[in-house]
C-alpha cells in the first residue's frame, strides 16, 4: 500500500493531501462543536453547513498559498511544521471572522480549542504518514555503520536517512567523550564494539566519514576495518563538497591513495609557475596518463599558450575537449593547439617549436609498457630514443628554453628493452646537455602512477567486480605508487630546478607489494580471500609468472650519490654519462641496426653501452621470432 502511495505521480499526492486535510478540518470542527454542547454535533442549519463549507475552502486555499502542499511528507524538517502552524493559525482566523456571521453564540475557548485541534490533526496525520514511510523504507535498506560522528557524519545521516539506499544504524568514534551518546538520534559506539554490530545487525558495509583524519591515521584505519567482513566506502573531501564538485551523499569506493597513506605535499607555486607562467609550452604524448595530468596542472599556471602534440587522434581529442571546458569554465586566457603527429618526425618537431615559438617542452611521448616494447624492440627504439633525440635536437636548433624529459624508474640497472631505451633517452639529454646551447635539457625519473594505462588498481578492481580470480605476476613483486596528480606536479617543479643534465628522483615513499596490495582491495570490497588454508575464501588471487623483462623489484638510483634540493620529494642524482662523441657513435650503429631490423645487435650494443641493462629473458620481438622460425623451416626444407 505505501509502496503504491509512494509511486504515486506529484500531482496525485498532492490532491490526496487535499482531501486528507479537507476531512481533517471537517472532523476537526464536528469535535470542537460536539464538546462544548456536551453532545454529538452535525451542521443542520443553511447557515452552519456555510460556516463549515466556507471554512474548510478558504482554509484549503490558503493551505496552498502559505506552501503546506510544496513540501514532501517524507522530508518534514522544521520548517515544515512552521508551516503546518502557520496553516493552522489562518484556519483558525477564519473560522473566528466567520462564525461571527453564523453563529452568535461561539466562544473565545471553542476558538482555541478548534485552532489546537487542527495544529495537532495536520501534524499528526503528516507525522503519521512519515513514521509509516520511515519504517517501509528502513526495512528494504541496507544497514551500515558510519565510522567518524563529526560534522561530516552528521551531514552523512541526514543525506543517507532520506535516500533510498542505506539505513545508519551506528556510529563509530575514537574519541572517547561521544562513546554512548547520541549524533541525530544515532548512538555513537567506541571502536572495540565494531565487530558485535556487524554481527548483531549483519553488516556488509562501513561509511567513513573522517575528514579531518591525516593520511597516516586513515590508513591506519583500513588496516584496522580490513579484518572484518565489510565492504568498506568513503565520502568525497569536504574540500569538494564545498566547492560543488561533490555532494555528501556521493558514496564512494575506498582509493588506492588511501591505501599508500601518504602525506600529500603543498607543491610550490613559484617552482610550478617558473617555466610556464606567460610562455609558451609544449606538450609531447599530452593525450596519455601523464601528458594530459601535465596539460590540466600547466594550464593552471597561466601560459600564454599551450601546445598538444600526439600520436593518437582520439587521445588528442579527448584532451583537447577536456581542456576547452577548463579554459571556458574558469575564463582562462590561454590559446591551446592540437597537432597531431610522430615524435620521430624531427622536421616536425622544429616546426612545430618554431612556428608556436615555444619556450618549454615537457616529453612525456613514450611506449612505455614492458611486454608490448618487449616484443617490439625495433618501434620502442625509435619512438623511445630516437623520438627523445629528435625532439631535444629540434628543441637546441630553435633555442627552447629548458627541455624536460619524463622518465621512469625502469631505466635504473634495466632487465628489459623499455628501462633501456629510457636509459638511453637519458644518456642522450646528458650529452646534448653538454653542447654549448641557450636550452636546458634535465631528467625526471619516477616509478608507477595510480590509474595511468596499465596501472593494476584498474585492472584489480575490474578482477574484484567480476568476482575474481585477481592476477598478480609473482607473490614477492613489489613497486613504487604515486598519484598521477602529484607526480605532474612534481615534474613540473623539478623541471624548473634543472641547470642541466640533470637527472631528477621523486620520493616515491615506501615500496608497496603487489600480492599486500591486492588482498587488501579484496577485503576492503567485503569479500575475503581463497587460499589453499582457506579455501571458504570468496576470491582467489593466482599467480601468472613474471613478464618478459619484468622485475621483481623496481630501482630509483643507478648510484648512491644522490642528493636533496629545495623540495622534499625531489632529489638530484649524480650518474654516468656519454660525450657528444660517444652519444652520437652509439646512435649511429643503433640508426643502422633498426634500419637492417637487426634485433639481436641491438640488444648486444645495449649491453655494450653504459645502460645497467642485464635482460632477464631472450630476445622476444614477436616478428624477429617469426622470421627465425620462418628461416629454420627454410632450410629444413632445403636440406630435404
Not at 556510529?171 to 554490530?197: A, C, E, F, M, W
Not at 600526439?310 to 574558469?330: A, H, N, P, W
Request: charged share 20%; proline share 4%; net charge neutral.
Amino acid at each position: 500500500m505505501i509502496s503504491k502511495i509512494l509511486d504515486f505521480p506529484r500531482k496525485t499526492n498532492r490532491k490526496i493531501a487535499f482531501l486528507s486535510d479537507t476531512l481533517t478540518l471537517l472532523l476537526s470542527l464536528i469535535f470542537v462543536m460536539s464538546l462544548s454542547s456536551g453532545d454529538f454535533y452535525f451542521p443542520s442549519t443553511l447557515r452552519e453547513f456555510i460556516l463549515f463549507g466556507s471554512t474548510i475552502f478558504i482554509s484549503i486555499i490558503a493551505f496552498n498559498f502559505i506552501g503546506l502542499y510544496d513540501t514532501l511528507v517524507r522530508f518534514l524538517s522544521l520548517q515544515s511544521f512552521i508551516t503546518i502552524t502557520l496553516s493552522s493559525l489562518t484556519s483558525t482566523i477564519c473560522f473566528y471572522l466567520l462564525s461571527t456571521f453564523a453563529i452568535s453564540e461561539i466562544t473565545i475557548s471553542q476558538i482555541i480549542f478548534y485552532g489546537m485541534t487542527t495544529l495537532i490533526c495536520l501534524s499528526g496525520t503528516r507525522l503519521t504518514f512519515r513514521l509509516l514511510v520511515h519504517e517501509y523504507r528502513g526495512n528494504s535498506k541496507e544497514k551500515v555503520i558510519i565510522y567518524g560522528a563529526g560534522s561530516a557524519a552528521r551531514q552523512l545521516v541526514s543525506a543517507i536517512s532520506n535516500g533510498e539506499e542505506y539505513l545508519p544504524i551506528a556510529l563509530i568514534d575514537d574519541n572517547p567523550d561521544l562513546h554512548y551518546t547520541k549524533v541525530s538520534g544515532i548512538t555513537v559506539y567506541p571502536r572495540s564494539q565494531i565487530n558485535i554490530l556487524i554481527n548483531e545487525y549483519h553488516i556488509r558495509k562501513v561509511l567513513l566519514a573522517i575528514a579531518s583524519t591525516t593520511p597516516q591515521e586513515k590508513k591506519s584505519l583500513l588496516d584496522f576495518l580490513e579484518r572484518f567482513p565489510v565492504k568498506v566506502k568513503t565520502i568525497p573531501g569536504m574540500a569538494d563538497v564545498v566547492e560543488g564538485k561533490a555532494s555528501i551523499n556521493e558514496i564512494q569506493d575506498i582509493s588506492i591513495h588511501d591505501l599508500l597513506g601518504r602525506e600529500p605535499v603543498e607543491p610550490n607555486k613559484q617552482l610550478m609557475q617558473s617555466n610556464i607562467r606567460g610562455k609558451n609550452v609544449l606538450v609531447t604524448g599530452a593525450g596519455g596518463s601523464i601528458g594530459s595530468e601535465l596539460c590540466r596542472q600547466i594550464i593552471q599556471c597561466n601560459p600564454k599558450r599551450v601546445v598538444l602534440f600526439d600520436v593518437s587522434e582520439f587521445s588528442l581529442y579527448t584532451i583537447d575537449q577536456e581542456l576547452c571546458r577548463t579554459i571556458k569554465t574558469q575564463n582562462l586566457d590561454i590559446e591551446l593547439c592540437s597537432l597531431l603527429g610522430s615524435v620521430q618526425h624531427k622536421n616536425r618537431m622544429k616546426s612545430i617549436m618554431s612556428a608556436f615559438k615555444i619556450h618549454t617542452v615537457y616529453h612525456a611521448a613514450a611506449y612505455k609498457h614492458v611486454p608490448i616494447v618487449e616484443e617490439n624492440v625495433i618501434e620502442g627504439v625509435r619512438n623511445n630514443v630516437f623520438g627523445t633525440f629528435y625532439c631535444a635536437e629540434a628543441a637546441l636548433e630553435t633555442n627552447v628554453e629548458r627541455f624536460v624529459l619524463v622518465s621512469t624508474d625502469k631505466a635504473v640497472r634495466p632487465t628489459n628493452i623499455m628501462g633501456t631505451t629510457k636509459r638511453l633517452a637519458e644518456l642522450t639529454l646528458q650529452s646534448l646537455a653538454q653542447k654549448k646551447s641557450n636550452t636546458i635539457f634535465c631528467m625526471v625519473r619516477f616509478g608507477n602512477v595510480l590509474g595511468s594505462s596499465g596501472s593494476v588498481v584498474p585492472l584489480f578492481r575490474e578482477q574484484i567486480k567480476a568476482g575474481g580470480p585477481v592476477t598478480v605476476t609473482h607473490k614477492d613483486i613489489t613497486r613504487y605508487f604515486m598519484t598521477i596528480p602529484e607526480a605532474s606536479q612534481l615534474v613540473l617543479q623539478a623541471g624548473s630546478m634543472g641547470i642541466g643534465g640533470d637527472v631528477f628522483v621523486l620520493d616515491m615513499g615506501e615500496p608497496v607489494k603487489i600480492y599486500d596490495l591486492a588482498k587488501q582491495m579484496i577485503k576492503l570490497s567485503g569479500f575475503t580471500v581463497k587460499t589453499p588454508e582457506s579455501s571458504e575464501g570468496q576470491i582467489e588471487i593466482n599467480f601468472s609468472g613474471l613478464r618478459p623483462g619484468e622485475k621483481l623489484y623496481e630501482e630509483l638510483l643507478i648510484g648512491d650519490d644522490v642528493e636533496g634540493s629545495m623540495h622534499p620529494r625531489i632529489m638530484t642524482a649524480s650518474e654516468i654519462s656519454l660525450t657528444p662523441e660517444q652519444m652520437d657513435k652509439v646512435l649511429h650503429e643503433l640508426d643502422i641496426m633498426c634500419h637492417k631490423f637487426d634485433v639481436k645487435g641491438i640488444r648486444e650494443l645495449m649491453l655494450k653501452t653504459p645502460t645497467g641493462f642485464k635482460p632477464s629473458d631472450d630476445i622476444c620481438d614477436l616478428l624477429w621470432l617469426q622470421k627465425k622460425q620462418d628461416l629454420s623451416k627454410n632450410n629444413i626444407l632445403t636440406l630435404k
